[in-house]
T-cell receptor, first 112, second 116 residues
Framework: KQEVTQIPAALSVPEGENLVLNCSFTDSAIYNLQWFRQDPGKGLTSLLLIQSSQREQTSGRLNASLDKSSGRSTLYIAASQPGDSATYLCAVFRTSYDKVIFGPGTSLSVIP | EAGVTQFPSHSVIEKGQTVTLRCDPISGHDNLYWYRRVMGKEIKFLLHFVKESKQDESGMPNNRFLAERTGGTYSTLKVQPAELEDSGVYFC??????????????FGPGTRLTVL
């Protein structure tokens, strides 16, 4: 059974810092992995989608890596800003059409 | 282009009542998913439609939950009768297809359900 965990559960950093959020999954047989952010009272916004054949994806100040063999993904946020404050969720697909399995999330607070 | 929309944004009902949640996917998206997040837990899959057919409903908690997608456009999720443990946020997502990159799921804002 696939389980997804995220460390840390919460993180508070001063503005401008670079930071790394971690995601681990127990079954390396995944199809792809997706990072989302959720703002309070809002829906989920897709940040990056990494296909299983890829090692990383980049979008602006965000970089996500995927290491299937070790069951890990990291989300790197460069030069953090207060607007980055949100909950970040990691989710994996077992197959191309399968439901997404979510981690519990990391709550990020960037202090001005 | 409009994203995934959900109605209502918040619903407060009493135990034993019926509630119907609605999801409008992105136009042209054949795949529609329902998820929910109950207090303190991870977001969990409920079911997946491909057009009007249920592809996977393994996440539906019990027979008090009924999902439909008549015509393959919008979907409804009915809870009847609602119980206290049904409280949470219900998310809907849609994707254009099943092969990358069309399998990327886009989520709606969610419906917060409170059962008193």
């Amino acid at each position: 059974k696939q389980e997804v965990t995220q460390i840390p559960a919460a993180l508070s950093v001063p503005e401008g810092e670079n930071l790394v959020l971690n995601c681990s999954f127990t079954d390396s047989a995944i199809y792809n992995l997706q990072w989302f952010r959720q703002d309070p009272g809002k829906g989920l916004t897709s940040l990056l989608l990494i296909q299983s054949s890829q090692r990383e994806q980049t979008s602006g100040r965000l970089n996500a890596s995927l290491d299937k063999s070790s069951g890990r993904s990291t989300l790197y946020i460069a030069a953090s800003q207060p607007g980055d404050s949100a909950t970040y969720l990691c989710a994996v697909f077992r197959t191309s059409y399968d439901k997404v399995i979510f981690g519990p999330g990391t709550s990020l607070s960037v202090i001005p | 282009e409009a994203g995934v929309t959900q109605f209502p944004s918040h619903s407060v009902i009493e135990k034993g009542q019926t509630v119907t949640l609605r999801c409008d996917p992105i136009s042209g998206h054949d795949n529609l998913y329902w998820y929910r997040r109950v207090m303190g837990k991870e977001i969990k899959f409920l079911l997946h439609f491909v057009k009007e057919s249920k592809q996977d409903e393994s996440g539906m908690p019990n027979n008090r939950f009924l999902a439909e997608r008549t015509g393959g456009t919008y979907s409804t999720l009915k809870v009847q009768p609602a119980e206290l443990e049904d409280s949470g946020v219900y998310f809907c997502a849609s994707s254009q297809g099943l092969a990358p990159p069309q399998n990327e799921q886009f989520f709606g804002p969610g419906t917060r359900l409170t059962v008193l």
